[in-house]
T-cell receptor, first 111, second 112 residues
Framework: GQSLEQPSEVTAVEGAIVQINCTYQ??????LSWYQQHDGGAPTFLSY????GLEETGRFSSFLSRSDSYGYLLLQELQMKDSASYFC????????????FGIGTKLQVIP | DAGVIQSPRHEVTEMGQEVTLRCKPI?????LFWYRQTMMRGLELLIY????????DSGMPEDRFSAKMPNASFSTLKIQPSEPRDSAVYFC??????????FGPGTRLTVT
C-alpha cells in the first residue's frame, strides 16, 4: 500500500525559511505533489516533482529524492498569509489519477 | 473557468435525514473525486470516477453512502440515513492528469 509521513505542526518566524519534509512508501512511484490549505478553505495545488531535484516557483520550492523516498517543501521569506496546512501527496499505481494525501503539516507563521 | 462548483456550501440536518451533495467538475477534466475531511481522520478519498465510471469506491464508509455521475458535468454524493458521525467537510475535486487535482470549496455538513 501507500503511506506518507510529514510533521503535524511547524512554527516559523515571519521572513524566515521553513522546510516541511515528507517521506513516502509506495508501490509504483509517479511523483510527489504538494497542496496548501488555509483554514476553512479548499486544498490548492502548489507543485509537483516527478524527477529528482529542486523545482522553484517564486518563494516556494519543492525537492524530491526518489532513492531516499523523500521530499520537502521549502518556503522562503515567510509571510503571515503562509500560515496554512501543507499536504504532500502521491499518485497511486494503477493510473486513473488516484492520489493519497499525507495528514498535513500545520504551519504557523509568527511575527 | 469557474472552477469546481459544489452545493450546498453548508448543510445542517437532523440524524436520519437524507443528504445530497452536488458537484460540477471543471469542463474537460476526466476524473472526479469525492473526499471527506475531519480533524481526526484528515482528508479521506471516498470514491472516484474516470470518464463518468466509478473506479474505486473502497473509501465509502458503508452502504449509507452512494455516489453517482450521470454525465461528465455532474456528480452527487448521497447519505441516507445521515448520522452525527458523518459531520465533516466534503470536497469534490476533478483532474485530467495524475499530479494536480482541483478542489471545490467544499460542503460543510453538520448532522445533529
Amino acid at each position: 500500500g501507500q503511506s506518507l509521513e510529514q510533521p503535524s505542526e511547524v512554527t516559523a518566524v515571519e521572513g524566515a525559511i521553513v522546510q516541511i519534509n515528507c517521506t513516502y512508501q509506495t508501490s509504483g512511484f509517479y511523483g510527489l505533489s504538494w497542496y496548501q490549505q488555509h483554514d476553512g478553505g479548499a486544498p490548492t495545488f502548489l507543485s509537483y516533482n516527478a524527477l529528482d531535484g529542486l523545482e522553484e516557483t517564486g518563494r516556494f520550492s519543492s525537492f524530491l529524492s526518489r532513492s531516499d523516498s523523500y521530499g520537502y517543501l521549502l518556503l522562503q521569506e515567510l509571510q503571515m498569509k503562509d500560515s496554512a496546512s501543507y499536504f504532500c501527496a502521491v499518485p497511486l499505481s494503477g493510473g486513473y489519477q488516484k492520489v493519497t494525501f499525507g495528514i498535513g503539516t500545520k504551519l504557523q507563521v509568527i511575527p | 473557468d469557474a472552477g469546481v462548483i459544489q452545493s450546498p456550501r453548508h448543510e445542517v440536518t437532523e440524524m436520519g435525514q437524507e443528504v445530497t451533495l452536488r458537484c460540477k467538475p471543471i469542463s474537460g477534466h476526466n476524473s472526479l473525486f469525492w473526499y471527506r475531511q475531519t480533524m481526526m481522520r484528515g482528508l479521506e478519498l471516498l470514491i472516484y470516477f474516470n470518464n463518468n465510471v466509478p473506479i474505486d469506491d473502497s473509501g465509502m464508509p458503508e452502504d449509507r453512502f452512494s455516489a453517482k455521475m450521470p454525465n461528465a458535468s455532474f456528480s452527487t454524493l448521497k447519505i441516507q440515513p445521515s448520522e452525527p458521525r458523518d459531520s465533516a467537510v466534503y470536497f469534490c475535486a476533478s483532474s485530467f492528469d495524475i499530479y494536480e487535482q482541483y478542489f471545490g470549496p467544499g460542503t460543510r455538513l453538520t448532522v445533529t
